[in-house]
């Protein structure tokens, strides 16, 4: 059908994270098909490979200015001039402003974005408002937080779940693990969230056994529980075996030279992170929280476990450190599972959907 005047994706920065990764994918993947920007509510931060993407794939992107007032008032004129009939937000701050300004200027759709499986109750209040009265439907990247939310007061039949997408590295090829010294890694924000408390005594037990081989473990991020993970690493006496790695340009070439991906979270959505360690053909130990189940097929490209099952993980990481063919043919099916499931083109064609079936669906009713 195609009737769409233009399409606009919202969202609250450049930083350096999975939503706004997301975002930057999902305006490739409408460019070609409707008039597409990226509006970006905060021109700092800004990371310079968001930046380079951007460039990279010619895509329009547009900084608002000014206080929050005047904001509104530029993405509503802007709304006017790109004459926008589809609206996407990914995250509580863009979703607000997707809501107020996309009904004061009449846009035909509104997606909201609820991209995790817990949210803070006060978010959640402004959130549910939102959801259950201002925005068409909320667009969430995992089943898991669809069921959270729901069970507190959002509408269910607003939701509508599409999963994440990773682009694929055209020249990576399957890992081939070599050298006896064995490297874990973990990729993800320093908060409490990621529980960096469990993953390292993990590791500290597994370097109290030595019956292992030699390990090496990789923690990259950035964040304000930087302090404490440092006080923790030095407490458990792990100086000389985890390395920690800021915000780093470029995470491939960390991930490329792991051989085991941990993940030691509290609660996720659809973690960005475990599909990057995926994509790279890495197994994953992780606990079961938030759609990780939808990303590794237990005993086939990793083993998942309670966050209460210490004990369990650090079963499946001795496994996995002691056998070469098992880290070798998980890390394969995770890729395979990666290109089957969690594609850009997948990606791509169900948004295409979505907006098509709407679009339609508004023409039968008018």
């Not at 009939?85 to 402003?97: A, E, G, H, Q």
């Amino acid at each position: 059908m195609s009737d769409v005047s233009g399409v606009c994706v919202l969202i609250r920065s450049l930083a350096n994270g999975g939503a706004e990764k997301q975002s930057i994918l999902l305006t490739k993947a409408l460019a070609d098909k409707y008039p597409t920007c990226l509006v970006v509510l905060d021109r700092e931060p800004l990371h310079p490979k968001h930046l380079e993407k951007i460039e990279k794939e010619q895509l329009q992107v547009i900084f608002l200015e000014g206080n929050l007032w005047q904001k509104f008032g530029m993405f509503t004129r802007l709304a006017e001039t790109n004459n926008i009939s589809v609206l996407f937000s990914f995250l509580p701050s863009d979703t607000l402003l997707a809501a107020v300004a996309g009904r004061y200027f009449g846009v035909r759709y509104i997606f909201g974005g609820l991209r995790n499986a817990y949210v803070p109750w006060k978010k959640r209040i402004a959130l549910r408002f939102l959801h259950n009265y201002l925005l068409d439907y909320s667009i969430s990247n995992c089943h898991s937080g669809v069921r959270s939310l729901a069970a507190q007061g959002f509408k269910a039949d607003k939701f509508i779940v599409i999963h994440n997408a990773l682009e694929r590295l055209s020249a990576y090829q399957p890992k081939q693990t070599s050298g006896s010294e064995i490297h874990l890694i973990t990729v993800g924000r320093f908060v409490d969230q990621k529980n960096y408390s469990l993953a390292l005594r993990l590791f500290k037990k597994l370097l109290d056994d030595k019956s292992l081989p030699k390990l090496q473990y990789t923690i990259v991020g950035y964040g304000p529980r930087e302090p404490q993970i440092r006080q923790m690493i030095a407490a458990l006496g792990l100086q000389e075996n985890v390395r920690l790695v800021i915000n780093p340009d470029q995470v491939s070439p960390l991930l490329l030279g792991a051989d085991i991906y941990l993940s030691t979270s509290l609660f996720e959505g659809l973690s960005n992170a475990i599909m990057e360690g995926m994509e790279h053909g890495l197994p994953i130990v992780a606990t079961r929280v938030g759609d990780n189940d939808y990303l590794v097929e237990e005993g086939k490209n990793g083993y998942l476990h309670e966050i209460s099952d210490e004990e369990g993980m650090l079963s499946s990481l001795k496994i996995l450190i002691s056998d070469r063919a098992s880290r070798e043919k998980m890390g394969q099916q995770s890729i395979d599972r990666i290109v089957a499931h969690f594609s850009f083109e997948a990606f791509r064609q169900k948004y295409i959907d979505l907006i098509e079936q709407k679009l339609t669906l508004l023409h039968e009713t008018a």
